[in-house]
């Protein structure tokens, strides 16, 4: 006679806290390290890249610093550290829309642009902006002139992207805060545009 069975596994959580034990015990692991991780994923949060893109809009000097030399103006505005080594700005124009994708697996700019979207981490996306990039961007909902050019750019461990957008006509006059409310994590991956009609404050 069969009897099914009643064996009982740990939940994801006690499985993870015993792993995590395991590896302090043995030294692998130092004191801290798993808080440390989420207390910098509570940082790297895309409103670091929309304040980015705003002062920029505003300042024009920080927008030289920031096509030159984007990791310095990141650090300019205290964002960097881990994951944020070499951060290149791509700058959009009336002619060009600018495009981040990862090939090989879901590296970003984390610490100006948040955690990666599922959609961005998925195989489907990875694989066909590079060949399709205009169907891709209908298909997420931007639909671009034909007379703009689309420029994916793939990044690496070593090099991360964030697209520079443009500002919207309407936002004159507008602070730099406002103006950092309409820009999302699309519109730094370069899959969307910032719009007006989102802005708070």
């Known amino acids: 006679m069969n009897h099914a069975s009643t064996t009982k596994f740990a ?5 993870a806290r015993a792993l995590q034990e395991a590896l302090q015990a043995n030294g692998i692991m130092p004191e801290g390290y798993v808080e440390q991780w989420e ?3 509570d940082h790297w949060v895309p409103e670091n890249g929309a304040r980015i893109v705003a002062r920029a809009w505003v300042d024009p000097a920080y927008r030289k610093l920031l096509i030159d030399d984007a990791t310095a103006a990141c650090r300019e505005l205290g964002y960097g550290g881990p994951e944020g080594g070499f951060i290149v700005a791509l700058e959009n124009t009336p002619q060009l829309q ?13 610490p100006v642009l948040g955690l990666p979207p599922d959609w961005y981490k998925s ?7 590079v060949r399709e990039a205009r169907q891709v961007l209908h298909e997420l ?7 703009v050019q689309i420029r994916v750019w793939d990044t ?39 719009r007006v009609e989102d802005a708070r404050g």
């Open 39 to 41: 207390e910098t994923f």
């Open 11 to 15: 939940s994801a959580e006690d499985q």
């Open 123 to 129: 195989f489907e996306y990875r694989s066909r902006v």
């Open 98 to 110: 600018n495009v981040i994708v990862c090939t090989l697996c879901s590296c970003t700019a984390w």
């Open 141 to 147: 909902g931007l639909d671009l002139p034909q007379d």
């Open 156 to 194: 690496t461990a070593e090099t991360r992207y964030m697209v520079l957008p443009m500002r919207p006509s309407g936002t004159e006059g507008w602070s730099e805060a406002k103006l950092a409310s309409i820009v999302t994590k699309d519109c730094l991956i370069g899959v969307a545009l910032p």
